[in-house]
């Protein structure tokens, strides 16, 4: 792989370092409150960890998979003002998480930074939720617009109010690099563990009463009866209804079984230095910068088939409804080859086993060009997809807190909140991104809302949304992907920097400690 250049060179340097030269702390805040490596993570503490990421995955596949179609055929809204909805929800959170990383950076309670926002998140999230999913009667189609649009900002803010912290806490459970990684493969295995649950539950609801379509269907142009709507609407209720018992508690979860260490937080007033400074700081690192762009990218590519496979099952292929048996095959796959790249991670090093998983979808989805509309056909591929979606889930999050202790050992301060709700926020922006381009692609080719078939243009597009599009993306995460410095020696010298730095501030335990070793790590 492509290794970090003269950047790479001058932080190595600086790991060798006299002995009795000041050294900067991992940590940051007052001296008393340095971080200690502690006992081992339990598994009882990943378990309650892990769990809290079900929520977001569960809602967030659940409206990827099928919020297009739920306002094209169910709230009846054309292509074009969905392509609103989608992408300006998204939008917003250009807004909502970094402002809630911010305020999050500023918090301080009994309970700790981050435990706090998720607990008393939650309600407001699963009550947008299930809004999101009823169809008003009697709204005009404007009106309808209006609905959706602010329940979908009202659930993506109270969402990021969740999610933020929660990635966050990551660095808060262990100051050990191995137990964070180990609690990151937890978190994992959960969330897509928590898609595959999402996706399942609501296409059983959904499919348990999809006869009465298909007999409103048996007619060529013909379209969904308003009884048979009326059904599609309370399935939906009922699914958002269930997601959102999940959602509280897996939310509780986490607040009583986490402990929020609170000897590697914030404190020191050159950490809490002004909202813009941080971002200035944290956008100025090249590996958070590369892993990012290649994050993005590769979310877009997924985002896209996503947003688009059940259009792309029933009207390009014509297999119905038997896109919902596909998704669980495809997240099926995902969870079991989980090990498989969690074995490849130790073995290989993370960038290695990113490179490689993401290069297996190049492949799978040219063959999706030109597959036909053969269930026998269809599942060997979506199966061989399931791969490479389970690099994706494991391998950047598990990255990402990597480029916190390298900007650490650069600076002194560690501005995790930034780093984290950024990174959310890419992956939701890709979300909005793809969804919104998809509908109005879709809008473009001519797509009758509530029509049983479609014509053979909106076919077409749609296997060049879920083929060609995502190809692309996925070249250009490979290239961002070539250029991210941090290697496996990296890492490891920049465990041993950051221990070293943390034994010298324990060992001087004067309160000028940290700063004067602050100062001497900038000089390096």
């Known amino acids: ?250 939310a509780a979860t986490v607040f009583f079984g986490v402990k929020e260490r609170k000897d590697v937080e914030g404190g020191s007033e050159e950490e809490e230095a002004s909202f813009f400074q941080g971002l200035k700081l944290v956008f100025k690192h090249g590996p958070y910068v590369k892993l990012t762009m290649s994050f993005l990218f590769l979310s877009l590519a997924i985002q896209s088939v996503q947003g688009n496979f059940a259009l792309f099952c029933q009207h390009s292929l014509g297999l119905g409804d038997q896109f919902q048996n596909l998704i669980i095959a495809l997240l099926g796959a995902a969870i079991l080859c989980m090990p498989v790249w969690q074995w490849c991670l130790v073995k290989y090093g993370k960038k290695t086993a990113l490179f490689l998983g993401t290069a297996v979808f190049i492949p799978t989805l040219f063959t999706l060009l030109y597959i036909p509309g053969n269930p026998y056909a269809v599942y060997p591929i979506t199966i061989l997809g399931g791969v490479g979606i389970s690099v994706a889930f494991l391998l950047p999050w598990s990255m990402l807190p990597d480029v916190v202790d390298d900007f650490t050992l650069k600076t002194g301060t560690r501005r995790e909140a930034i780093f984290y709700s950024f990174y959310v926020f890419f992956t939701k922006f890709a979300a909005g991104i793809s969804l919104g381009l998809s509908t109005l692609s879709l809008e473009a080719a001519g797509y009758v809302t509530g029509a049983c078939s479609q014509s053979d243009v909106v076919g077409f597009t749609l296997r060049m949304l879920v083929a060609p599009a995502p190809i692309v993306f996925i070249i250009i995460s490979l290239l961002f992907l070539w250029s991210y410095p941090i290697t496996e020696e990296r890492r490891r010298h920049t465990k041993v920097a950051l221990e070293h730095k943390r034994d010298k501030a324990r060992g001087q335990g004067q309160p000028g400690a940290l700063e004067s070793s602050l100062e001497g790590s900038t000089k390096v």
């Open 1 to 250: 792989m492509a290794g970090g250049g003269e950047e790479e060179e001058s932080l190595l340097a600086s790991y060798s370092a006299p002995p009795d030269r000041p050294q900067a702390n991992g940590t940051f805040g007052h001296p008393q409150r340095r971080t200690r490596p502690g006992k081992p993570l339990s598994v009882v503490s990943k378990v309650c960890f892990a769990l809290g990421g079900m929520p977001y995955q569960m809602t967030n596949n659940v409206i990827g998979f099928f919020i297009s179609i739920f306002l094209l055929e169910v709230a009846q809204i054309r292509p074009g003002y969905a392509s609103v909805i989608l992408f300006g929800g998204r939008a917003w959170d250009a807004i909502t998480d970094p402002l809630v990383g911010f305020l999050v950076s500023k918090t301080n309670t009994r309970w700790g930074k981050l435990r706090p926002w998720i607990i008393f998140s939650a309600p407001f999230g699963v009550a947008s939720y299930f809004f999101l999913w009823y169809v008003p009667g009697d709204f005009s189609e404007e009106a309808r617009l209006g609905w959706y649009f602010l329940m979908y900002c009202l659930f993506e803010a109270a969402l990021s109010c969740f999610h933020v912290p929660y990635t966050a806490l990551t660095i808060y459970l262990s100051a050990d690099p191995k137990e964070r990684d180990s609690a990151t493969a937890y978190r994992m295995f959960c969330e897509v563990l928590g898609v595959l649950l999402g996706s399942a539950i609501q296409g059983q609801i959904v499919a348990g009463i999809g006869g009465s379509t298909e007999k409103d269907c048996n007619n060529p142009g013909a379209t969904v009866s308003p009884e048979a709507r009326a059904d599609m609407e309370k399935a939906y209720l009922i699914g958002a209804g269930v997601m959102g018992g999940f959602y509280l508690v897996c």
